[in-house]
C-alpha cells in the first residue's frame, strides 16, 4: 500500500522536477491511500496558487484512491506520531494512516526524512 504526502501530490499535479517520482505510486490506484488531511491540502494549494477547477480536477484525481478519514482512534495515533517523531499536524496524521494501513509514505517533504517506510525525494 502507498500513501502520498500533500508535497508529492503538488509535485506531480504542477510537473515538476521530481514529478515522476511519485506517479508510480499514484498511479497504482489499487494501493492508494488517500488520508483525507491531504485532500485539504492540495485542494488549498491548487485554488490558492491556480485556481479552483485544478483544485477540483486534483481532488478528483485523489478520490479515485481509497479516502481514509480522520476518526478518533486514527487521531490519537496522530497525536503519538507527533509526540514521537516531533511531526507537524498534517504530518502526523499522514504517517500515522500509512502506519495504520502498512503502506509507504512517498514525500519530498523533509519532515518525513529518516521515518521508517519512508520513500523520500529532495
Not at 484512491?65 to 509526540?83: E, F, H, K, T
Not at 514521537?84 to 495504520?100: N, W
Not at 502498512?102 to 519512508?118: I, K, P, R, Y
Request: net charge negative; charged share 20%; aromatic share 10%.
Amino acid at each position: 500500500m502507498n500513501v502520498v504526502d500533500s508535497s508529492a501530490w503538488i509535485s506531480f499535479f504542477r510537473d515538476d522536477r521530481n514529478a515522476k517520482l511519485f506517479s508510480a505510486p499514484i498511479e497504482d490506484l489499487a494501493h492508494l491511500l488517500v488520508p483525507s488531511v491531504t485532500l485539504h491540502e492540495v485542494f488549498k494549494f491548487m485554488h490558492r496558487n491556480l485556481d479552483e477547477a485544478s483544485a477540483l480536477r486534483a481532488v478528483a484525481h485523489m478520490n479515485q484512491g481509497r479516502v481514509i478519514p480522520l476518526n478518533g482512534s486514527l487521531a490519537v495515533d496522530a497525536a503519538l506520531c507527533a509526540l514521537e517523531f516531533k511531526l507537524p499536524l498534517a504530518d502526523s496524521i499522514i504517517y500515522a494512516t500509512a502506519r495504520k494501513h502498512g503502506a509507504v509514505v512517498w514525500t519530498q517533504d523533509v519532515d518525513f526524512n529518516g521515518l521508517e517506510n519512508v520513500r523520500f525525494f529532495s
